[in-house]
């Protein structure tokens, strides 16, 4: 049957379309497995190809680095600054540093002024909630208060550097605002893009999708030139009907 010779077209479409949508995948681990610092021979990729060098490799990486303080100490004398880092949890607080050993901290504004805006680093899915970090502003802080989308969504001690917001669904500007007993610093946002886990899903039911329609289509164009023969066919034989 002729519909038999063709029903594989389809699925070569279908199978086709499933790579296209899948091709991303195995191609990122390839890049991913590749180890930065030795010579590597990787299915298909020349050794050269693609290998960065390690300082590359954590380029954009995250760098902490504490924020240098003012070089200013009240006598004019030369103390180190203290070991204080602001985006670092449960620190004993700078001033009672620099009370016990005279390091220095950074600039401390007074308490009656409202804190500086503290920095806002991450805003990520860790697999079960949105998770954001930040750092302190050089400021007296009371509490850190984080908005989503303008309102207030949690509180946050002033020792604590990152917490947990349970899940946003839609894309929306997360804020980190530091607070203290003379007010609020301004907001330090990102926006948050929730993370969509049904890529692979879709693809495969737009693929699935894709591939039933070519089915159809296909059939559509059989059965119309099976009857179209088979008009022909009639027609033929009425004309020989006819002549005889
Ligand atoms: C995500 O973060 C929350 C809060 O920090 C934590 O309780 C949870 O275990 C984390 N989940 C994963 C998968 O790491």
Known sequence: MAAMRDLPFPFVLI????????????TTSQVTEMNPTGPVRSRGVSPEAHVLPPEDYYEGEETTTPIVPDRRSPDGGTSER???????????????LAAATNCL???LPSHDDPPETPSLRSVSWNGSEVVLHWCAPNSHVTEYVVTV???????????QRSGA??????????CVVAVNDAGNSDGSCMMYRPVDNSLPLKAGLIGGALGFLLLLLLAVLLWRRKRQRK?????????TAGTQ
Do not use: W
Not at 82 to 96: H, K, M, V
Not at 149 to 159: L, M, P, W, Y
Not at 165 to 173: M, S
């Open 231 to 239: 008009q022909e066919a009639s027609i033929s034989m009425h004309n």
């Open 15 to 26: 199978c086709l379309v499933f790579i296209r949508g899948y091709c991303p995948l195995p």
């Open 82 to 96: 203290c070991d204080y880092n602001p985006c670092s949890e449960n620190q004993t607080p700078c001033a009672e």
């Open 105 to 107: 901290c950074p600039g």
């Open 165 to 174: 917001l349970g899940d946003i669904n839609n894309i929306a500007e997360v």
């Open 149 to 159: 989308g303008g309102q207030d969504r949690k509180t946050f001690g002033k020792e």
